[in-house]
């Protein structure tokens, strides 16, 4: 094994190698610096007078699984400078080779550095363990914490949020650089005026991106005066829809009145269910012109002679079957109805006794058909019994109604029509939202007075008139390019290191391995 092994693939560059020797579990490189001479440390003069040497015993990176022990050669340099109060100073090797007092050489040391950054303490201890490197996990968290630095680049756009320490109890702030995506610095809390120093610190900052919260943007207008404000787009977004929301449940008195009439506007119904709706509007007045001679005592064969419809379309209509709006499929009970109608009135209930009684008159379908028609006539009877209590929730009804018609049910968009007919204020109020919201993605801010001058006499009042106090930086939210998303984005990446670390990583190593690398 000795012989295949590449000296050059063992040491870091700058190293000359005196011998190689192999134990069990190990490989021991002794090696020395090819250099003839060295700089003081103090005074920065170059000797080549040595005064002794001792063996420097350094981990580096493993071969093939197996570990690998540099011993370093130093040597001791006299100072010949005459006014030096260093007369004996140690050899330093290069940044490169091994760092001044290491027990690891630069190479493992970066490897070391990047496993505490990854993987936090205990989990890249356990990972080191089966690469062959050694390290216990207060050895990853110290380097890491030692090779942290901030961010010293100018920054120009910024954006600010919060984030738990512990949710409901404690906050953190962050700062992230928008236009380089990455996070500047973390705040121990939210406070105005701990923000307000920070910002004050760095007046360069031209533009400022946070949420609607009053907090940042008091800061920012007490430490940048100059700079521009945004309103996270987002957060826009869901006071809007939260808006809509609140007026909804400020309706709902309105609303359990207006779901009770059965007037329906074909203008509100989608194209195929006109389609629909005209043809049930054929059928009522077929219907009344049967109904009105059955009325009369004329028989069913003397109607089907006057109408010229079908013996079995005039029975129908005798019998009621056809009152429906939205037609539904034919099932193998449709020629059982009027007896399974008779045996529901007298009280029998029971989908079980239905089909056995079916059955002896010739019933050919299996009992789960005769269940389900006992389980939707049930729900039928209580929906007309407690149709004022059975109400969707107001959370429900916004759903609906900002939904696309073509993805509502039958039964979902004759409620919203009902709804929409009888509380036209609410739907002033979608129209308004929808407004707004389309301004954001559009980013057209030309309408946004007209918006705010229509919206603050609807039901979003208060939703228009939160814009106006925030009124420069929602103006900027719609214009601008910026905004808080890449923040949240880093906020996320805070909540996976924390949770690595069980919760108890402090601002100083959150920040380490956050922020980047030295």
Same mark, same amino acid.
């Given at each position: 094994?000795?012989?295949?092994?590449?000296?050059?693939?063992?040491?870091?560059? !700058?190293?000359?190698? =005196?011998?190689?020797?192999?134990? =069990?579990?190990?490989?021991?490189?002794?090696?020395?610096?090819?250099?003839?001479?060295?700089?003081?440390?103090?005074?920065?003069?170059?000797?080549?007078?040595?005064?002794?040497?001792?063996?420097?015993?350094v981990s580096?990176?493993? *071969?093939?699984?197996t570990?690998?022990?540099?011993?370093?050669?130093?040597?001791?340099?006299? *100072?010949?400078?005459?006014?030096?109060?260093?007369?004996?100073?140690?050899?330093?090797?290069?940044?490169?080779?091994?760092?001044?007092?290491?027990?690891?050489?630069?190479?493992?040391? *970066?490897?070391?550095?990047?496993?505490?950054?990854?993987?936090?303490?205990?989990?890249a201890?356990?990972?080191?363990?089966?690469?062959?490197?050694?390290?216990?996990?207060d050895?990853?968290l110290?380097?890491?914490?030692?090779?942290? *630095?901030?961010?010293?680049?100018?920054?120009?756009?910024?954006?600010?949020?919060?984030?738990?320490?512990r949710?409901?109890?404690?906050?953190?702030?962050?700062?992230?650089?928008?236009?380089?995506?990455r996070?500047?610095t973390?705040?121990p809390d939210?406070?105005?005026?701990?923000?307000?120093?920070?910002?004050?610190?760095?007046?360069?900052?031209?533009?400022v991106?946070?949420?609607?919260g009053?907090?940042?943007?008091?800061?920012?207008? !007490?430490?940048?005066?100059?700079?521009?404000?945004?309103?996270?787009?987002?957060?826009?977004?869901?006071?809007?829809?939260?808006?809509f929301?609140?007026?909804?449940?400020? #309706?709902?008195?309105?609303?359990?009145?207006?779901? !009770?009439?059965?007037?329906?506007?074909?203008d509100?119904?989608?194209?195929?269910?006109?389609?629909q709706?005209?043809?049930?509007?054929?059928?009522e007045?077929?219907?009344?012109?049967?109904?009105?001679?059955?009325? +009369?005592?004329?028989p069913?064969?003397?109607?089907?002679?006057?109408?010229?419809?079908s013996?079995?379309?005039v029975?129908?209509?005798?019998?009621?079957?056809?009152?429906d709006?939205f037609?539904?499929?034919?099932?193998?009970?449709?020629?059982?109805l009027?007896?399974?109608?008779?045996?529901?009135?007298?009280?029998?209930?029971?989908?079980?006794?239905?089909?056995?009684?079916?059955?002896?008159? !010739?019933f050919?379908?299996?009992?789960?058909?005769?269940?389900?028609?006992?389980r939707r006539?049930r729900r +039928?009877?209580?929906?007309s019994?407690?149709?004022?209590?059975?109400?969707? #929730?107001?959370?429900?009804?916004?759903?609906?109604?900002?939904?696309?018609?073509?993805?509502?049910?039958?039964?979902? %968009?004759v %409620?919203?029509?009902?709804?929409?007919?009888?509380?036209?204020?609410?739907?002033?109020?979608? #129209?308004?939202?929808?407004?707004?919201?389309?301004?954001?993605r559009?980013?057209?801010?030309?309408?946004?007075?007209?918006w705010?001058?229509?919206?603050?006499?609807?039901l979003v009042?208060?939703?228009?008139n939160?814009?106006?106090?925030?009124?420069? +930086?929602?103006?900027?939210?719609?214009?601008?390019?910026?905004?808080?998303?890449?923040?949240?984005?880093?906020?996320?990446?805070?909540?996976?290191?924390?949770?690595?670390?069980?919760?108890?990583?402090k601002?100083?190593?959150?920040q380490?391995?956050?922020i980047?690398?030295?």
């Amino acid at each position: 094994m000795m012989r295949n092994l590449r000296l050059s693939s063992l040491i870091p560059a !700058g190293l000359v190698v =005196e011998t190689i020797a192999e134990s =069990e579990g190990m490989i021991a490189v002794t090696t020395r610096s090819g250099a003839p001479s060295r700089p003081c440390p103090l005074c920065r003069r170059v000797s080549s007078r040595v005064h002794s040497r001792y063996v420097r015993r350094v981990s580096d990176l493993p *071969c093939t699984g197996t570990k690998v022990e540099l011993h370093l050669v130093a040597r001791r340099f006299i *100072c010949d400078a005459p006014f030096c109060r260093r007369r004996i100073f140690a050899e330093r090797f290069e940044d490169g080779v091994v760092a001044e007092r290491s027990r690891r050489t630069s190479r493992l040391e *970066c490897i070391v550095h990047h496993l505490g950054l990854a993987l936090g303490g205990r989990p890249a201890a356990a990972f080191a363990k089966r690469l062959m490197v050694p390290v216990s996990n207060d050895t990853l968290l110290r380097v890491v914490r030692r090779r942290a *630095c901030l961010r010293t680049d100018p920054l120009k756009v910024v954006g600010v949020d919060d984030w738990a320490w512990r949710r409901n109890h404690r906050y953190g702030t962050i700062v992230c650089d928008l236009e380089r995506r990455r996070i500047v610095t973390l705040l121990p809390d939210r406070e105005i005026a701990t923000v307000e120093a920070w910002l004050a610190d760095h007046p360069e900052i031209e533009t400022v991106s946070r949420d609607r919260g009053g907090g940042y943007g008091e800061a920012t207008a !007490g430490a940048l005066p100059h700079a521009i404000q945004v309103a996270d787009r987002w957060h826009l977004m869901e006071n809007a829809s939260a808006a809509f929301l609140d007026a909804v449940r400020k #309706s709902m008195r309105i609303i359990r009145a207006a779901i !009770g009439a059965t007037t329906i506007n074909p203008d509100l119904l989608t194209y195929a269910e006109k389609l629909q709706y005209e043809g049930y509007l054929r059928r009522e007045e077929t219907n009344a012109a049967i109904m009105k001679l059955a009325t +009369a005592g004329v028989p069913i064969k003397e109607i089907v002679r006057r109408t010229g419809h079908s013996r079995k379309l005039v029975r129908q209509v005798i019998r009621g079957q056809r009152t429906d709006i939205f037609r539904v499929r034919q099932t193998s009970l449709e020629a059982w109805l009027p007896f399974l109608d008779g045996q529901w009135v007298s009280g029998c209930r029971n989908a079980s006794e239905l089909w056995r009684r079916l059955k002896t008159k !010739g019933f050919r379908g299996r009992p789960g058909v005769v269940s389900e028609w006992a389980r939707r006539r049930r729900r +039928a009877e209580q929906a007309s019994d407690q149709q004022l209590h059975k109400v969707p #929730s107001a959370r429900t009804i916004a759903r609906l109604m900002t939904t696309a018609r073509d993805h509502l049910g039958k039964a979902d %968009t004759v %409620t919203i029509a009902a709804i929409e007919v009888g509380v036209p204020m609410l739907v002033e109020a979608r #129209s308004l939202i929808d407004r707004f919201h389309s301004m954001i993605r559009k980013k057209g801010a030309d309408d946004l007075e007209l918006w705010i001058a229509a919206a603050s006499r609807s039901l979003v009042a208060s939703f228009a008139n939160g814009i106006v106090r925030d009124h420069a +930086a929602v103006r900027a939210a719609i214009t601008e390019p910026w905004s808080n998303g890449q923040t949240e984005g880093q906020i996320t990446k805070i909540k996976l290191v924390k949770r690595q670390m069980y919760g108890r990583g402090k601002i100083d190593l959150l920040q380490a391995r956050l922020i980047g690398v030295a």
